[in-house]
């Protein structure tokens, strides 16, 4: 009975691929977020949606664009690429700008 | 601006040993703080929060901070650890009406036999 998931866990690919991370949360929540966490485990805030609109776009390369079809949802799409997204993204929820709960994570390796 | 800084990347410490993990943080408004822990290949897990009221606050498995306001902290502490406990501990502020998280940059809890 996870509140937030993430697929995949793991997401092994080669540079310049296209590849999509996907998020669900079954909380209830209004308000969702990428986080980027890297190999010196420190996390940066990507995106936040709330209420599907887009509150929260970091200084983060267009390569990367998320999707919010609906409120429980928040989907991440990266293109062409690189080897500096290797990293571990972690998506989140939370009710308007409350508690943030975190979900497993995708742990990405670009080759 | 907001931001946090946890001066230990690393603590090593004997099981049943007390620990105080530190976290000071710097704002112009007011602060919701945050410790969130996550253990080896796993995903953040929230561990405690203040958002008012009391100033200190704790968690289920034995752990308790203190936000201090004039001295602008929010201590990590807890009179006995476990090996369990082994993991790495962040932690994080947000504004009262912000939606974004600023983490610090965790400290590694090693407990020792």
Redesign the interface.
């Known amino acids: 009975d996870t509140a937030v998931s993430q697929t995949p866990k793991y997401l092994v690919t080669q540079m310049g691929n296209d590849k999509s991370i996907k998020c669900e949360q079954n909380l209830g929540h209004d308000?969702m977020?990428w986080?980027k966490q890297d190999s010196?485990?420190?996390?940066?805030?990507m995106f936040?949606y709330?209420n599907k609109e887009l509150?929260?776009n970091e200084t983060v390369p267009n390569r990367f664009s998320p999707k919010s079809p609906d409120k429980a949802h928040l989907n991440l799409h990266i293109n062409s690429l690189e080897l500096g997204d290797s990293a571990v993204y972690?998506c989140?929820s939370?009710p308007?700008?409350g508690?943030?709960?975190?979900?497993?994570?995708t742990r990405l390796l670009v080759l | 601006a907001q931001s946090v800084t946890q001066l230990d990347s690393q603590v090593p410490v004997f099981e049943e040993a007390p620990v105080e993990l530190r976290c000071n943080y710097s704002s112009s408004v007011s602060v919701y703080l945050f410790w969130y822990v996550q253990y080896p290949n796993q995903g953040l897990q929230l561990l405690l929060k203040y958002l008012s009221g009391s100033t200190l606050v704790e968690s289920i498995n034995g752990f308790e901070a203190e936000f201090n306001k004039s001295q602008t902290s929010f201590h990590l502490r807890k009179p006995s650890v476990h090996i369990s406990d082994t993991a790495e501990y962040f932690c994080a502020v947000s504004g009262d009406s912000s939606y974004k998280l600023i983490f610090g940059s965790g400290t590694r809890l090693l407990v020792r036999p």
Do not use: D, M, W
């Not at chain 1, 010196?40 to 805030?45: G, S, V």
């Not at chain 1, 943030?100 to 994570?105: I, R, S, V």
């Open positions: 308000t977020y986080y010196k485990k420190f996390l940066k805030i936040s709330n509150i929260i972690f989140a939370s308007a700008a508690t943030q709960y975190f979900g497993p994570g």
